[in-house]
């Protein structure tokens, strides 16, 4: 099994530009999780969905931050305008439950 | 939202010693979860605890869910070099919808 993946692994971008960060979830999981990790606020949840379907977005920062699940193997979390207080390392998790979340290798994103 | 207090923050061991650390919590939990971070990596799951009191094993790992559900630790016996990471816990609780809390993690270092 080739695990979570996501894409890119590494991300510099400029402020106001926009960002969209991608993840392809374990085949079968129902669940999948959207994180944010910090130095200094360590690993947040900002959304997850199940079935396709957003659950819980109440960790999403602000309007700036969107998450879609079009099918059962493809999601993106997109920042429009980015700034520089977004840089942090973004990760995907999937899971067949909620409990149990098998966490992709993460997207480092350095906004300028 | 829920709080966690993970400590130490950070230890030295020599190869060979046992580790211990903790979480605590004002709240309690339904689940408790314990994760290792590798550098430039995600979290992986180590061990989870679903009922109080409950003690886990999974090799040289030994983690316990606090009577009160307001605690947890994990245990790591005979310490190796590869035991080098952040470790963190999560509390877990179902009220609603799911809500997780991570803890700032204990970051390991293993003396050869």
């Known amino acids: 099994d080739a695990g979570v993946i996501q894409s890119p692994r590494h991300e510099v971008t400029e402020m106001g530009q926009e960002v969209t960060l991608r993840c392809k979830p374990i085949?079968?999981?129902?669940?999948l999780f959207w994180y944010r990790q910090t130095m200094m606020r360590g690993l947040e949840l900002l959304i997850y969905?199940?079935?396709?379907?957003?659950?819980?977005d109440s960790g999403m920062p602000e309007d700036r931050f969107s998450a879609k699940m079009p099918n059962a193997s493809f999601s993106t979390l997109k920042i429009q305008p980015s700034e520089p207080r977004d840089s942090a390392v973004y990760f995907c998790?999937?899971?067949?439950?909620?409990?149990?979340?098998?966490f992709g290798p993460g997207t480092r994103l350095t906004v300028l | 939202g829920q709080q966690l207090n993970q400590s130490p923050q950070s230890m030295f061991i020599q190869e060979g010693e046992d580790v211990s650390m903790n979480c605590t919590s004002s709240?309690?939990?339904?689940?408790w979860l314990w994760y290792k971070q590798d550098p430039g990596e995600g979290p992986v799951l180590l061990i989870a605890?679903?009922?109080?009191?409950e003690l886990t094993s999974n090799g040289r790992l030994t983690a316990q869910f606090g009577i009160t559900r307001k605690d947890s630790f994990l245990n790591i016996s005979a310490s190796i070099p590869s035991d080098v990471g952040i470790y963190f816990c999560a509390g877990l609780l179902l009220a609603g919808s799911y809500q997780l809390t991570f803890g700032k993690g204990t970051k390991l270092s293993v003396i050869p």
């Open positions: 085949s079968g999981h129902d669940y």
């Open positions: 969905f199940n079935n396709n379907v957003p659950i819980d």
């Open positions: 605890l679903y009922k109080a009191g």
């Open positions: 709240s309690i939990f339904n689940t």
């Open positions: 998790a999937s899971g067949e439950t909620y409990n149990e979340q098998f």
